[in-house]
């Protein structure tokens, strides 16, 4: 929820000022328990996943964060094992 929420505001243009943020998104937010969505976050994060879910697990993965996969060694998101392999991905030789 707040990784979507993060990634909608990131990517509006022009960024909203806070001020203009719904105060009941706000108050629902300072509810939540961050700590154990966090931790769950990251037991996530390096969970492996099995042959069959890497593909539309990985690719909503990149299409949530915006992920230029073009630039990743290897491109196949069946390469990787993790959500966390594929944010640790190596680069194509001479990218960056």
Do not use: C
């Amino acid at each position: 929820l707040g990784a979507l929420g993060l990634a909608a505001y990131i990517r509006a243009e022009p960024a909203p000022a806070p001020a203009d943020l719904d105060r009941a998104v706000l108050q629902t937010y300072s509810l939540l328990p961050w700590r154990a969505l966090s931790r769950s976050a990251g037991w996530m994060h390096e969970l492996k996943l099995p042959n069959w879910a890497r593909e539309p697990v990985l690719r909503f993965y990149v299409a949530m964060l915006g992920i230029d996969m073009s630039e990743a060694w290897p491109r196949k998101l069946s390469a990787y094992e993790t959500v966390g392999d594929l944010f640790a991905r190596r680069l194509q030789p001479g990218v960056r």
